[in-house]
């Protein structure tokens, strides 16, 4: 399939996500001024659910839990970017939204011998279990992104605990273990209370980015593309998010110019550990 042909298909099949969507806004991680589908009635002092149920389909046995490689020494509590000198970046994607988009991303990712990382929202992955093992298996990464996508930052330390622990919860039970990486949701980097408590849970290292790709606002996905490759260099962290419709479209011809670049799109832990 040449390249403008894929640009075509992956257009056609965000057209197809965003009217199964019917409309309804996605969540960015942006800021206070971002668009978020349902967290506006969302409990934030919900406690801990561990014992309880995904709250809507049934997600198959969880596979056996990856074995990843040891991270360098030295590495800070949040982490923008990786080294400078080699030729790899990471594309993060927030992971929440429809199913159909998210899988219209990964599979392009993979026809391009890509690999990627996704921070799951936890109420994603309650509407959405099979996505766990969706990402897995096509040798991404999988990490944690809260469970409601609230304000983290804002909230009291035993309700970002919860939000925390509960998103890890879900990704044990449809996996076997909890991922490598938390980014907080609503914010660029996490507060020392949010880091403490994301160590608690067993997130040594926050997972922040370089590049802001901004797609959550819908802009476009000529705006899209420019915007990250406007802005990558060697090692960067590229925030992306599941979804939005001018991502999916924008897709191929980020990666495209990724690779005229001599640039490779890798997962955070292979960024960090080559």
Request: net charge positive; charged share 20%.
């Amino acid at each position: 399939m040449t390249f403008l042909h894929r640009r075509t298909v992956l257009r056609a099949a965000a057209g197809g996500a965003l009217a199964g969507a019917a409309g309804a806004a996605v969540a960015g991680c942006g800021g206070d001024a971002e668009r978020s589908a349902g967290s506006s009635h969302a409990p934030a002092h919900a406690s801990a659910q561990a014992s309880h149920p995904p709250a809507h389909g049934v997600a198959a046995p969880p596979g056996p839990p990856l074995l990843l490689p040891k991270l360098p020494p030295g590495l800070p509590a949040q982490i923008e970017h990786g080294p400078r000198d080699g030729h790899a970046v990471a594309l993060t994607f927030h992971g929440r939204g429809d199913a159909r988009t998210a899988n219209a991303l990964l599979s392009e990712v993979e026809r391009a011998g890509a690999r990627v990382t996704v921070l799951a929202v936890g109420d994603w992955l309650d509407a959405q279990p099979k996505m766990a093992r969706r990402v897995l298996d096509g040798g991404h990464e999988l990490g944690n992104h809260t469970m409601r996508h609230l304000s983290v930052c804002s909230m009291s330390a035993k309700a970002a605990y919860a939000e925390i622990a509960e998103c890890a919860d879900r990704l044990r039970r449809l996996t076997g273990g909890i991922g490598r990486w938390f980014r907080p949701s609503r914010a660029r980097r996490a507060t020392d209370q949010v880091a403490r408590l994301a160590r608690q849970v067993g997130y040594p290292h926050v997972l922040s980015y370089d590049v802001d790709s901004l797609d959550f606002t819908d802009p476009g996905a000529e705006v899209v593309r420019r915007t990250v490759l406007d802005a990558v260099r060697p090692g960067s962290v590229v925030s992306l998010h599941f979804g939005h419709a001018g991502t999916v479209a924008a897709l191929p011809a980020i990666l495209d110019g990724l690779h005229r670049r001599g640039l490779r799109a890798v997962t955070t832990t292979e960024l960090l550990t080559r």
